[in-house]
C-alpha cells in the first residue's frame, strides 16, 4: 500500500518547469511525462545492447544496461511508495541513470576518458545530460528532451552535491574538476549544483547500488565464474544462505541462487527503508528544499548494513569484474574503441555526414568532442560491426 505523499516529496504542481515552455498536458503530470520521454528516447532503447558486464552476445540471461535500468527501477519504485515519493519523477531517475554509457561498460567509460584527456574527457553522468538536453533529436522546436528542472537535478546530482556554495568541486569531482558538459550546461539553466538532489533521486542512487550487488551475483553465478558456496566468505550472505537450506534442505543451486538474490533485495529496500524513516524523522523536513539543503543525504544503508554491501562490491570486484576471462574481454573492448576513435580522427570522412562539425566550427576540440558524442551513443553491437567496416581484424569478445 502507498503511503500518502510526503511534505518534503517533489510535487509535480509545483515544478520549476522546463527550459523551452511548453503548454501542460491533460492527462500526464509534468514528471509523467519526463519519464515517457525518456522511454521513448533513441538512447534508451540503444541500451537493450549496451554491456552491464558481460557484452550482449555471451548470452541471452545476462544484464544489458536496459534490463538493468528495468530492475533499478522496480527497486525505485518500491522505495518511494513506501515514502511517500513521486514515484514518476523516482522512476525517471531510474530509467535515465545510464543513457549516458558508452559500449563496453566500464571498459568503453576508461578508453574514451583516455582519448578525450585533451578535450575535458569522459564522464558518464555528464553524457547523461547532453543526451537529454541536446543529442536526443525529437521534437521540432528544441534538442534533447526538455526535462523538468527537477529530473535534470536529479540526473545530475543523485550522487550528492557537485560543488561547494563557494563553487569549488567536491566529491568525485574534487581532483579533476566538475565535468564540462554540466558546468557549461549549468551556465545556461542553473541546476543549483551546491546542495542536495531530492529524495526521488537519492532513492535512485540507492537502487541502483541494489541491483548491481544482486543481479551481479546472479550473472556470475549463472557464468560460472563463482558458486552460491563461495559467497558463504560473507557473514550477511552467509546468514542468507544457512536460512534456505534450513528452509528448502533439498534446493538445487540455481534455485538457491535465485532465493539468494530476492532474499538480498528484499533485506537490502528493508534496510534503506529502516534508515531512511529514522534520518528522516530526526532531520524533520517540510518540503523538498529542506531535503536540499540538508547538508546530508537522507537515504542510506544504516552503517552496519553500509558495511556488508561495501564486502559485496569487494568481492564482486575480486571475483567477477577483476575475473581473467571478463579482464580479457575488456582489455579488447577498450582497444576497440581506441581503433574507432583514432580513426575518426584521422579520417574523418568514415563518420556519418550528421557528425560532422558545420562549417566555420571545425577544430580539434569540436571534432573530438563529435566523434565522443557518435563512440558513447554505440551499442556493443554497432562498435564490432564499425570496427569490422573500418579494420581487417576485429576481436571476437568472447
Excluded at 540503444?46 to 552476445?57: A, E, G, P, S, W
Excluded at 525505485?76 to 513506501?82: E, F, V
Excluded at 557473514?235 to 534450513?246: C, G, H, N, Q
Excluded at 569484474?321 to 580479457?328: A, E, G, T
Aim: glycine share 6%.
Amino acid at each position: 500500500m502507498a503511503a500518502p505523499r510526503a511534505l518534503y516529496a517533489c510535487d509535480p504542481d509545483r515544478s520549476r518547469g522546463r527550459l523551452f515552455a511548453e503548454p501542460p498536458s491533460k492527462t500526464r503530470s509534468p514528471f509523467r511525462r519526463d519519464c515517457d520521454r525518456v522511454i521513448h528516447s533513441t538512447a534508451f532503447r540503444r541500451l537493450k545492447y549496451k554491456t552491464q558486464v558481460f557484452v550482449f552476445h555471451e548470452g541471452d540471461h545476462y544484464r544489458t544496461r536496459l534490463t538493468h535500468s528495468l530492475e533499478v527501477a522496480q527497486i525505485a519504485r518500491a522505495l518511494a511508495r513506501q515514502l511517500g515519493l513521486d514515484e514518476d519523477l523516482t522512476e525517471t531517475f531510474a530509467l535515465a541513470h545510464d543513457l549516458g554509457h558508452p559500449p563496453f561498460g566500464h571498459a568503453g567509460e576508461r578508453a574514451l576518458d583516455a582519448c578525450l584527456q585533451a578535450h575535458g574527457g569522459f564522464d558518464h553522468n555528464a553524457q547523461t545530460l547532453r543526451v537529454v538536453t541536446a543529442l536526443e533529436h525529437r521534437y521540432p522546436e528544441f534538442d534533447g528532451l526538455n526535462l523538468t528542472w527537477e529530473s535534470l537535478e536529479g540526473i545530475v546530482k543523485h550522487n550528492g552535491p557537485l560543488i561547494v556554495r563557494a563553487g569549488a568541486a567536491t566529491g568525485r569531482y574534487r581532483e579533476h574538476g566538475v565535468p564540462m558538459g554540466i558546468s557549461e550546461y549549468n551556465r545556461v539553466y542553473d541546476l543549483e549544483l551546491w546542495n542536495f538532489a531530492s529524495l526521488e533521486a537519492q532513492v535512485a542512487a540507492i537502487a541502483d547500488d541494489i541491483a548491481y550487488d544482486a543481479h551481479d551475483i546472479d550473472d556470475g553465478l549463472r557464468a560460472g565464474l563463482f558458486t552460491v558456496d563461495d559467497l558463504k566468505v560473507m557473514p550477511l550472505t552467509a546468514e542468507m544462505i544457512a536460512d534456505i537450506a534450513r528452509q528448502y534442505p533439498d534446493l538445487d543451486d540455481i534455485r538457491r541462487g535465485a532465493e539468494l538474490v530476492r532474499e538480498l533485495i528484499s533485506y537490502l529496500i528493508g534496510a534503506v527503508f529502516s534508515e531512511a524513516e529514522r534520518r528522516l524523522a530526526a532531520a524533520k523536513p517540510q518540503s523538498v528544499d529542506d531535503v536540499r539543503n540538508h547538508g546530508e543525504v537522507l537515504i542510506a544503508f544504516p552503517a552496519g548494513v553500509a558495511q556488508a554491501e561495501a564486502e559485496i562490491k569487494s568481492f564482486l570486484k575480486k571475483r567477477m569484474y577483476r575475473h581473467l576471462r571478463v579482464m580479457r574481454v575488456m582489455g579488447e573492448a577498450e582497444q576497440i574503441v581506441f581503433d574507432l576513435f583514432a580513426r575518426y580522427q584521422k579520417t574523418p570522412g568514415d563518420l556519418p555526414a550528421e557528425w560532422l562539425p558545420p562549417a566555420g566550427l571545425d577544430s580539434e576540440a569540436e571534432r573530438a568532442r563529435r566523434i565522443g558524442n557518435f563512440i558513447a551513443g554505440m551499442t556493443d553491437r554497432f562498435a564490432l560491426t564499425e570496427h569490422q567496416r573500418l579494420f581487417d581484424s576485429t576481436p571476437d569478445l568472447r
